[in-house]
T-cell receptor, first 115, second 118 residues
Framework: DQQVKQNSPSLSVQEGRISILNCDYT??????FLWYKKYPAEGPTFLIS?????DKNEDGRFTVFLNKSAKHLSLHIVPSQPGDSAVYFC??????????????FGKGTKLTVNP | DTGVSQNPRHKITKRGQNVTFRCDPISEHNRLYWYRQTLGQGPEFLTY????????KSRLLSDRFSAERPKGSFSTLEIQRTEQGDSAMYLCASSLEVWSRSGANVLTFGAGSRLTVL
């Protein structure tokens, strides 16, 4: 069962415009969400995260929004740059008494930013 | 510290052979994870360690797979009697687990070890 879903396998945007990547989750126990970026032949690298106690987190050009009632989060990149072209993975986790549990990943969305 | 190191980067083997991958995590990190990624999929959890204790194993981890983390430092993932379905990228990640209600368990990934089973 796919607990974290990224329904768009790919997205293409023009340089300077906004990129919006979406992610849905089914497990209401998840309370921490992360976005990772992956270039070919490299491991995923952490981009930005958000706790369930917040609905927005910003870091420079990257903003993540969380809608808990809809079990939906999105990553906004503005302005988009050609160097942002990569595969973006959404991941979710929950914090229990024993600490943070494993990350569950979506299938990824390949973002292409055209010059 | 140069991050999470994985070796070998690429392994080609014949069906039925055994293979072993090694992961050297970031030195101060107490958690170490193994994930597997196949084409078009996201990383799938296999197992993780906190220090030397293996805390969880996925049902994806069949009896042919074994992971160890002696002394809580580097880890090895061994696959016995490899099958073509084992062909994948095996990713190792490490993190410093600090329990906090608003904290993050941010994993730092290595570049992966790609396995091709012929």
């Amino acid at each position: 069962d796919q607990q974290v879903k990224q329904n768009s396998p790919s997205l293409s945007v023009q340089e300077g415009r906004i990129s919006i990547l979406n992610c849905d989750y089914t497990n209401s126990m998840f309370d921490y969400f992360l976005w990772y970026k992956k270039y070919p032949a490299e491991g995923p690298t952490f981009l930005i995260s958000i706790s369930s106690i917040k609905d927005k987190n910003e870091d420079g050009r990257f903003t993540v929004f969380l809608n808990k009632s809809a079990k939906h989060l999105s990553l906004h990149i503005v302005p988009s740059q050609p160097g942002d072209s990569a595969v973006y993975f959404c991941a979710a986790s929950r914090v229990s008494q024993g600490g943070s549990e494993k990350l569950v990943f979506g299938k990824g969305t390949k973002l292409t930013v055209n010059p | 510290d140069t991050g999470v190191s994985q070796n070998p980067r690429h392994k080609i083997t014949k069906r039925g052979q055994n293979v072993t991958f090694r992961c050297d995590p970031i030195s101060e990190h107490n958690r170490l994870y193994w994930y597997r990624q196949t084409l078009g999929q996201g990383p799938e959890f296999l197992t993780y360690f906190q220090n030397e204790a293996q805390l969880e194993k996925s049902r994806l981890l069949s009896d042919r797979f074994s992971a160890e983390r002696p002394k809580g430092s580097f880890s090895t993932l061994e696959i016995q009697r490899t099958e073509q379905g084992d062909s994948a990228m095996y990713l190792c990640a490490s993190s410093l687990e600090v329990w906090s209600r608003s904290g993050a368990n941010v994993l730092t990934f290595g570049a992966g070890s790609r396995l091709t089973v012929l």
